[in-house]
């Protein structure tokens, strides 16, 4: 059975940084991508950022370039997003994703197989 499973939210002040972590279990995701997407109140989930398992590569939405860094720990099995100079438009619940094929691109939804469940950020003003 395939988990993922987040951890890292809160709530926090503007400016300063966060660092989510997911822990894969059940499988390796080699030649696909782990990703996070983030899903605001009245909102649709987006896409953040994912990273290749295999190659490194990396990939951002726009408005999180130059903030947010996603990482991987290949013997941990564990894919972090280090966020910084947060803002409000931050706050939503955030999701790990696993699985989307390398050669179909990270940014679809609906390319991911797995999912967390999800953990909240708050950034206040």
């Known amino acids: 059975q395939v988990q993922l499973v987040e951890s890292g939210g809160g709530l926090v002040q503007a400016g300063v940084s966060l660092t989510l972590s997911c822990v894969a279990s059940?499988?390796?995701?080699?030649?696909?991508?782990m990703g996070w997407f983030r899903q605001a109140p009245g909102k649709e989930r987006e896409f953040v950022a994912a990273?290749?398992?295999?190659?490194?590569?990396?990939y951002y939405t726009d408005s999180v370039k130059g903030r947010f860094t996603i990482s991987k720990d290949r013997g941990e099995n564990t894919v972090h997003l280090q966020m910084n100079n947060l803002s409000p438009e931050d706050t939503a619940v955030y999701y790990c994703?696993?699985?989307?094929?390398?050669?179909?691109?990270?940014?679809?939804?609906?390319?991911?197989?797995?999912w967390g469940q999800g953990t909240q950020v708050t950034v206040s003003s």
């Open positions: 994703a696993g699985g989307a094929p390398a050669y179909l691109g990270p940014h679809s939804a609906a390319r991911y197989d797995y």
């Open positions: 059940g499988r390796t995701f080699d030649n696909r991508f």
């Open positions: 990273i290749n398992w295999s190659r490194g590569t990396t």
